[in-house]
């Protein structure tokens, strides 16, 4: 087989072999051990096997690779072969084969592995594709013989601590779960070998990559945490792959996992990062939150009562392999459990290649072969991925794959407004139409969503948060009896529903020589079970306000959808001190210098947010400072 006479070292990116605790009580003969690539990680996996043959429970009698070791690094009983092939042929007949080496080798030789009657170890990603996975799988359970994937994470004692602390409520009920990954990985690293940074090499799967490979370990691990571990519990996977490097594979990705159970997994991953921070998966709770970092076994839990950080052990896979084979206790990372990876995977593998970040958006540090890109904003723009469970397409991030609107409004050839069904938003920002993104004539952005400080803020549209006690705003629900704000599961939803007779959301005129352009339709408040509460009619018109602006405005009326009269309230409603908002909403984005005022009484005007905030009055105004975009880098909205 020529794939496994071609390999070179395997990533050493993921955690080191945690050398621990658990060994496996040795049998009477010691378990015979093949490994098969000694360098890169094969390296970790020598100075692990020397400690296990110390201690004596095993014997490691052969290794494979086409660049052998220098011969005093092994001992003197040890067989030194050029592949796998020739290893087997021998009669060396190993118990155990461990695999350290690239991607695109792993199926076929651990299927020769498995034919020759060895158990195997075999690390990172364990295969390369969804057909090898299940060829793997079927031989593993024709033959009988284990398959442990190197996913060293999962060894982790800090694992079912996490597990026990979700099912005593601490952490309240799970809304989501996350996984942050920061790296940075140098141009260098891509040429450490030929198959490092390929989707396919010679017309052979690799599926290479900052999910797959550098960073699989914060997918498996987030899968697991999410209870996915086989192929049935996996419901949809959506990829948003991005690369800063001249390579096939991504480096900066959004990756959604929605499991058959109902939990949703998102992975904000990157080796573009300013600097390298430890990657960890945060279960996010109504009560608080739980982080694994995941390389350093530490926890911490944040509630309501503080902050509580714990370090865990970690149990050897290697180790837990032999007592496996022994006394048969359960793999840790056995490979049909790595079926809901490889879902994961497998989606990444046949997406459409990864974007290309622009140049600039991408700042570069180091030297030659040192030299690392920067992605500009990515450790927040990750943070907003995982608290907004939405990908940087769905976040309008500026080099990301534009997410198609439902339709733009346009003037003059310009495009200022994008509308949105908000059929991407999750189900606790209370998704909606709204408008994003809004642009002055001369392109400055007005309008914000899913800013980090509270993703359920979306563009321009109409929100409330109390319709007989259904939130339609999103985010936590401010109540009386609690006084403050909590997690509920009292979510709703608008729905477009259909455009009113006549209204075809074309154009008209003003009777004047303004163009104007219309979008009536009618839309549905659905409960948290899907019933409708309200029914409204819903407005926009768009046209020019003299040459360097224009009006948006915005007509809606809401009616009962059913027989009964249905309340509208607030969190000022429910008790808030000066909370007494809802309806016409619009976020607006960062600025400087901003300035808010409004008609008061006497010919006196209201300037500043303490005097205009809890005022009535016919209209209110802002003003603030962009830097970009409009010539002076000033804009003023106003409402009325």
């Known amino acids: 087989m020529t794939q496994q006479s071609a390999f070179t070292a395997a990533d050493t990116t993921e955690p080191r072999l945690n050398v621990g605790s658990g060994a496996a009580p040795a049998p009477a003969a010691r378990p015979r051990i093949a490994l098969v690539g000694v360098h890169g990680f094969g390296e970790q996996h020598l100075r692990n096997l020397a400690r296990l043959e110390a201690s004596g429970a095993v014997e490691l009698v052969a290794v494979a690779d086409p660049h052998p070791p220098q011969d005093s690094s092994l001992g003197s009983s040890v067989a030194v072969f050029a592949t796998l092939d020739e290893l087997l042929a021998s009669g060396t007949a190993p118990d155990v084969v461990i695999l350290a080496t690239p991607i695109q080798t792993h199926a076929p030789l651990a299927l020769a592995a498995l034919a020759a009657g060895s158990d195997v170890y075999v690390e990172k990603p364990p ?50 779960l996350s996984a942050q990954g920061l790296w940075l990985r140098s141009k260098g690293y891509f040429k450490r070998s030929r198959w490092a940074g390929k989707r396919s090499l010679d017309g052979t799967d690799v599926v290479d990559g900052v999910a797959t490979n550098a960073l699989a370990h914060a997918v498996a691990t987030g899968l697991h945490m999410a209870g996915a571990k086989t192929l049935a519990d996996v419901a949809s996977v959506d990829t948003d792959l991005y690369r800063a490097h001249t390579t096939q594979s991504d480096d900066t990705s959004v990756i959604r996992v929605r499991t058959a159970a109902g939990q949703t997994l998102v992975c904000g991953l990157t080796l573009c990062s300013p600097e390298q921070q430890n990657p960890s998966v945060t279960v996010h709770g109504t009560l608080g939150e739980i982080t694994f970092f995941y390389t350093e076994d530490e926890v911490v839990t944040t509630t309501a009562a503080g902050e509580r950080r714990e370090t865990f052990g970690r149990t050897d896979l290697l180790e837990n392999l032999l007592a496996a084979r022994h006394t048969g206790a359960p793999l840790l990372s056995g490979f049909a459990d790595t079926g809901a990876f490889t879902s994961v995977l497998e989606a990444i593998r046949t997406a459409p290649d990864p974007h290309e970040i622009g140049a600039e958006h991408i700042s570069w540090e180091g030297d030659g072969d040192d030299a690392h890109p920067v992605v500009k904003g990515i450790p927040e723009l990750i943070q907003r991925a995982a608290k907004a469970q939405a990908t940087f397409s769905e976040l309008g991030v500026p080099w990301a794959r534009r997410l198609p609107p439902e339709r733009t409004f346009d003037i003059a050839g310009h495009t200022v407004a994008d509308y949105q069904d908000g059929s991407h938003i999750r189900a606790v920002s209370s998704p909606r139409p709204y408008l994003h993104p809004v642009r002055t004539l001369a392109g400055t952005v007005v309008t914000d969503h899913q800013p980090l400080d509270h993703v359920w803020h979306l563009g321009v549209g109409v929100a409330l948060q109390d319709v007989d006690g259904v939130n339609f705003w999103g985010g936590r629900t401010y109540t009386r009896a609690a006084g403050e704000y909590v997690w509920r599961p009292d979510h709703g939803s608008i729905v477009r529903t259909g455009q009113q007779p006549g209204r075809n959301g074309g154009s008209a005129h003003d009777g004047g020589s303004r163009h104007v352009g219309e979008l009536a339709e009618t839309l549905s408040w659905n409960g948290p079970d899907g019933a409708p509460v309200l029914s409204e009619e819903r407005s926009w018109t768009w046209a020019p306000a003299g040459s360097t602006a224009w009006r948006l405005t915005l007509d809606f009326a809401l009616s009962p959808a059913g027989d009964h009269p249905v309340s509208l309230g607030s969190p000022g409603s429910n008790g808030r001190h000066q909370g007494g908002y809802g309806g016409f909403f619009w976020r607006l984005p960062e600025c400087l210098g901003a300035t808010v005022w409004a008609p008061g009484t006497a010919g006196v005007p209201l300037a500043g947010e303490a005097d205009v905030h809890g005022s009535v009055t016919p209209w209110l105004a802002w003003s603030g400072s962009f830097g970009s975009g409009a010539p002076d880098g000033s804009t003023a909205v106003g409402a009325a």
């Open 127 to 176: 295969v390369a594709s969804l057909a090898q996975f299940q060829e793997v799988a079927a031989a593993a359970q024709a033959s009988g013989k284990l398959v442990q994937v190197g996913f060293q994470s999962l060894g982790s004692l800090a694992l079912p601590a996490i597990r026990e602390s979700i099912a005593s409520g601490e952490i309240g009920d799970v809304l989501g």
